[in-house]
Each structure stands twice: as structure tokens, then as C-alpha cells.
């Protein structure tokens, strides 16, 4: 059985005033395709660490800032955790010596430090996604896409999103584990577990105690 490994970069341009959803489903799909892996995984990777990478439901649906409703839904609560940076003080980060090394390595000015919230949002989602390929075709589901996501809104830069598919070109004969049968996943009680306590009539005493001294009818 061959493997093979085939990887590709993806050049994209955010916007910067507003963090930046990418739909990168059809490239990947498309690197897919042409890899010539029919069964394997392919991972998708930013190169960034104030960007993440998503799959998610396509929301079709989109706004006068050319965010999907679900894209912007999803920023509201992430500025609700993590409010955007507005101004000097509201983080810790970037200090002193970070912001020097930035002028060090000719930042446009100390403005382009000011990307906590990129950073710490970026966390919550991860750098990367993995998808799994069958007979060639990702294996998203009906309704999933693949988004590269970038939080930082301090200005417009080219980022790069790195797609490596992995796998074989041949055909896999047989999926299905157990001959597909649906697995029971919940918590089996054993039989002692399951057995009589006395406790169990302490409440049944007591409340027929209760009922005989009030004169209540017992339930």
C-alpha cells in the first residue's frame, strides 16, 4: 500500500478592521483532489498565532459586514469573553520589552502589538483541523466548511494557511467497524449495583410513621 504526503500553502489577505473569516472549503477540497489520496486525513494549519482554523456549518446568511450571521454570532460571544483591544492598559500584553521587539523587527509601529484579543481568542479554537478523506472526498458531513479565521484586526496582512494531506492512494475494502453495529456507549449497571438496599425503606417507614401520628393519608 502506498503512502503519500503532499503539502500546500495557501496565501490569503485580511482585512484588519474587523477579524476575518475565510471560506477555504473549495481550495482544500481542490488540494485534495488533485493529491491523488483517495483514503487518509488532510490537516489544515495556520502559520499565525492570532489565527485559528474551523469547521463549521456554512450559515448562508450574511451581514453588512460580510460576516455569515453564525460567523458573527460567534464574535459576539468571543468579545463578550474577550472584549477587543481599544486601548493601551486593557491587558497586560504587550509590555515594554515586547513592544521594543516589535520596533526591533520593524513592526509599522506599536499599534500592531496591540492584538491580545487575537491571541487569547485563538486559543479557544486551536491552530489547526483535521478532517478525515474517503474515496478522495472530505469527510465533513453535509453541511460542514472549513474556515481560516483570523482575530487580528489591528490591519490588512497577508497570512498563510499550510494544508497537508496525508494517506494512500488506494482503496480501503472495509469501513465498518463491528460490521456496523451501533454501539451502546451508555454507563451497563451490574446486577449488584443494581440490587435491593434496606436504606431503601427507611423513607417508606418514615413516611408511614408520619402519616399514622398526622392522620395524613399515606400516598
Not at 33 to 52: D, F, L, P
Request: proline share 3%; net charge negative; charged share 30%.
Amino acid at each position: 500500500m502506498e503512502f503519500k504526503v503532499v503539502q500546500k500553502e495557501l496565501e490569503l489577505k485580511s482585512r484588519g478592521w474587523i477579524p476575518t473569516f475565510h471560506d477555504v472549503s473549495k481550495e482544500v477540497l481542490e488540494i485534495v483532489r488533485e493529491s491523488g489520496i483517495k483514503n487518509g486525513t488532510v490537516c489544515v494549519a495556520s502559520h499565525h498565532t492570532t489565527c485559528s482554523v474551523m469547521v463549521q456549518e456554512a450559515s448562508h446568511d450574511i451581514d453588512s459586514f460580510d460576516l455569515e450571521y453564525l460567523q458573527h454570532d460567534l464574535l459576539d460571544i468571543m468579545r463578550k469573553m474577550i472584549p477587543d483591544f481599544r486601548e493601551p492598559g486593557m491587558y497586560r500584553h504587550p509590555g515594554p520589552i515586547h513592544a521594543q521587539f516589535g520596533r526591533y523587527v520593524n513592526e509599522p509601529g506599536n499599534y500592531s502589538s496591540h492584538n491580545t484579543d487575537g491571541h487569547l481568542r485563538s486559543v479557544f479554537f486551536g491552530r489547526s483541523e483535521t478532517l478525515t478523506i474517503k474515496d478522495g472526498e472530505l469527510d465533513g458531513g453535509e453541511f460542514a466548511h472549513i474556515y481560516f479565521i483570523d482575530w487580528d484586526q489591528v490591519r490588512a496582512r497577508r497570512r498563510q494557511l499550510n494544508v497537508t494531506v496525508m494517506g494512500t492512494t488506494e482503496d480501503v475494502e472495509d469501513r465498518k467497524y463491528k460490521n456496523g453495529e451501533v454501539l451502546n456507549t451508555l454507563r451497563q449497571y451490574t446486577d449488584e449495583e443494581k440490587a435491593y438496599m434496606k436504606e431503601f425503606d427507611y423513607q417508606l417507614d418514615n413516611r408511614k410513621t408520619f402519616a399514622e401520628t398526622e392522620n395524613v393519608p399515606s400516598m
